[in-house]
Each structure stands twice: as structure tokens, then as C-alpha cells.
């Protein structure tokens, strides 16, 4: 693998795991701020519309509150019809102003309103209710025989607490079709810590259902009113109103106490799964209402997909912007690991020429910058030269040029030293040479000369005269002198 596929391999594949490991932690930091960030809008959401609601119920307790107070007071009217006309008018006038009572009544012990009446229950029971438009009025007596200890009102009657009872329908004109649902507010009339009546005020619950209605912190969440019983008040499918929410979710139930916690009045949050796998986050606010130990709760659903949705769309666009960036730095430690690879390959080649002894100006190349590249070309361009100097001396020595100058690259110049090294030996090898050669050539003339006269003695031994001659003659051309003579 050459050092373009490595940078190419290396940088990318720790660029890729970098970034991997980048958006994964920022997906998942995103994601969860996202649902921590819609949980707490959910839940002060919730909390918002739950003081609403519970400002409208707390009206209506209020309201009848005072009527009860108002009543009290009234009881020290004699029981001569004055004080029941009283009581009747104060009801009627209240009805009459306050729509969303759909009626209103009064319950009275029997020993509290009635002279010599001594027994612990019996009780005398008005209601005043719309029908057709017009305002009627009900009076009957109830439990003369005993109190109904399964009821609620003496469930009122011992705790003596206010109450507000679970959702119901009801029908004032006795007809299936006209049922609507309600729930009965109970106000206990007290003296002197003892128990004597009640007020009760039935109020219409189908208004509730268009606030929930309004309920949207996210799109597809919904929204319920649920009563102390677990028992839904309003929620935009009409067909859950008055379902028990045990029943519609009976394992979420076991799981998180929900009927428990909205009997306790607790606020509280869950997420949860459906059949099809799609998560829910769940959240519930309780209502106070009044002094009564019944709260209702508000509740939430919003889908987790919904609440992520715009933390995966920026991540999306992350996710996005980082394949376009990683392109973009792939294309740029393309050009880099080329701008670094090419001047290498070029190197490396001209390198291996050298190497085979391939030597020749053709061979330099261009110096584009001072940077590491540009000094690594110089370098090779002054080995190039240095080379070729080098070789060209070495050819003028090869030619028995001994006295040609050569210059070495410097003193680390191995080749170069050496070569000079080598002139030095080959001149001092050539004077030993000519030296011996000189020598060698008067030894030989020498005895070349001896053997020379010797043969011109022998030859002329009988005559002195030719002998004398010869001899002059040969040591005047042997010595190649001008003259001699005997």
C-alpha cells in the first residue's frame, strides 16, 4: 500500500470514527435534552390548565360554600314557612345566575329543622332543577328509617368534609336521551361541630371536554380530565368519557399506582408503550378542590416520536452537514496526500535511476517552495550534480587525466574523497612507475653496452687497428657523443 492509500485510509477512517462517535454522542445528548425539555413543558402545561380547572371546579365549591354559609344563618329564622320561602328563593336566585349548576339543593337533618325531632337521621331533601327551560322544584324526605351508610351523603355526614363525587349521567327529564354527565359538589352545613344538612350542587362536566380539547403542547399529544376515582371526565374521544382509567390501561396502572397516585393527589410522569411499539410519555397533575379529600388530576399523553421530531430533523441536517464536510476533507486530503505523494513518486523514481547509476542533468527537478518537499527536490538536484561531477571526474581520471580538479560535496563525501584518494595514489603509482622504468632503462643500457663490446672484442681480437676503430666507433655511437679517439 503506497503513502497516498494509507493517508487516504488512515485520516479518513479516523476522521469517519471521530465524526461516528461526535453526532452519536450529540444525537443521543440532543434527543434526551429534547424529551427532558418537552417533559417539562408537558408537565407546566398540565400544571397551567390543572390550576384552571381547578380554579372553575373551586368557583362552583366556593359558590356553594357560600350558600351554605348563607343557609346557616338562616336557620335562626322560625319554622313557620319564613325561613323555608327563604332558603327556596336563595337556591332559585343562585340556579338562576350560575349556568353551570344544572341543579341545586339542599338536604336538612330532621332533628336540625324540626322541633322535638330527636332521632340521628331522617332528612329533608330540596332540588331545584331546569327542565324544558323552566325551573322546578323537588322536596322529599329521605332515610326516616335509618341512615343509608353506603351512601354519600353520610359519607359527608361522618367526615363532615367537602366532597366532590365521581363522574355520572343522569337525566333530569327521565329520559336515556337527555343524560348528560356531572358530578355532584357536597358543602356540609355544620354548628357547633355538629353535622346538620348539606348543600349539594350538580354541575355539568361536558365543558371541560372543549378545554381539553385545547390541550395540543405537541401535535398528535391529547389531553384528559380524570375524577379522584379514576374514572375519565372529558377527553376528546367521547367514547372514554366516563371509562375507568384502569381499564384502559391496566398494566400501566400496576406498573406506576396510577389510581393510587390520583386518589393521593400526586403529581406524577411515566412513559409507556402500545401494542404497536410506539412510546408515550404520561403525565399528571393533580386538582384540589376545595376542603375535599377527593382531587382530581389532569392528564397529558404525548407521543415521543412527536417530542424528538425536531431533534431528528437537526440531526438529520447534522448528519447532513458531516457527509458533506467528510467529503469535503476527503477531497482535501486527496489534494494534500497528493501535493505530498506525487513529489515522493517522482523521487522515488528518479532515486531508483540513480541507483542503476542513471545519471543526467534530465533527471533534476523543479523546486516549487522551501518546504519539506522543496528541500528533499534540492537535496536530490544537488546529489544529481554532485553525481554527475563526480562521474565526469572519474572519466577524466579512467582517461590517465590526472591532474583534472574535482571538488567533493563536502567532508562527509565518501565517494567523493575517495576518488581524490584514488588521483593521489594513481600520481604517486605514475612517478614510482617512471621512476622504476628509468631505472629499468639504464640497467638494460648498461648491459645491453657490455654485451655490446664484448661481441665487437671478440670479433676483433687479431688486429689491434680495426680493434682500436670499432671500439671508438661503437662507445662514440653507444654514448651518441660528437667525438672520441684512442
Known sequence: MNIHKKLMLYILSTSLLIFIVAFGYISYTTNQTAIEEAEKLTEAIAKEYANYTASELNGDMHISRTIAYALLNHLEFPDNGTREKVHQDILRNVLRENSQFIALGTSWEFKAIKDGYTKNYGRRRSTHFWKDGIMNTKIDTLEMDGDDVGGVYYSIKKSKKEFVTPPYFFSYTDSDEDQILEASIGIPIIIDGQFVGLVVADIALDRFKEMTEKIKPFKDSYAFLV????????????????????????????????????????????????????????????????????????????????????????????????????????????????????????????????????????????????????????????????????????????????????????????????????????????????????????????????????????????????????????????????????
Do not use: C
Request: aromatic share 8%; proline share 2%.
Open 227 to 486: 375524577a379522584n376515582n379514576g374514572d375519565i371526565v372529558a377527553i376528546q374521544d367521547k367514547n372514554l368519557i366516563a371509562k375507568s382509567i384502569t381499564e384502559l390501561d391496566p398494566e400501566s396502572n400496576v406498573k406506576y399506582n396510577i389510581l393510587e397516585n390520583i386518589k393521593a393527589g400526586k403529581d406524577f410522569s411515566y412513559q409507556r408503550t402500545d401494542d404497536l411499539g410506539k412510546e408515550y410519555f404520561v403525565t399528571f397533575v393533580p386538582l384540589k378542590l376545595g376542603y375535599s379529600e377527593t382531587p382530581w388530576s389532569i392528564g397529558i399523553v404525548v407521543p415521543i416520536d412527536v417530542i424528538t421530531q425536531n431533534a431528528d430533523f437537526h440531526f438529520f441536517i447534522s448528519i447532513l452537514v458531516a457527509i458533506l464536510g467528510l467529503l469535503f476533507l476527503s477531497y482535501i486530503i486527496w489534494l494534500i496526500s497528493k501535493e505530498i505523494t506525487n513529489p515522493l513518486v517522482g523521487t522515488t523514481n528518479i532515486l531508483k535511476d540513480l541507483s542503476v547509476g542513471d545519471i543526467g542533468e534530465s533527471k533534476k527537478m523543479k523546486i516549487k517552495g522551501q518546504d519539506e518537499i522543496g528541500i528533499m527536490r534540492e537535496s536530490v538536484n544537488k546529489l544529481i550534480d554532485g553525481l554527475s561531477r563526480t562521474a565526469k571526474f572519474a572519466m577524466e581520471i579512467g582517461k590517465g587525466n590526472l591532474n583534472a580538479e574535482y571538488e567533493p560535496l563536502g567532508k562527509k563525501d565518501v565517494l567523493g574523497n575517495s576518488l581524490i584518494d584514488m588521483r593521489e595514489s594513481l600520481k604517486l603509482a605514475s612517478s614510482e612507475e617512471i621512476k622504476r622504468k628509468e631505472k629499468d632503462r639504464r640497467l638494460n643500457w648498461a648491459n645491453e653496452g657490455s654485451a655490446h663490446f664484448a661481441q665487437v672484442l671478440r670479433e676483433n681480437l687479431d688486429n689491434m687497428s680495426d680493434f682500436s676503430y670499432n671500439i671508438i666507433k661503437n662507445l662514440v655511437i653507444y654514448l651518441n657523443a660528437n667525438q672520441g679517439g684512442v
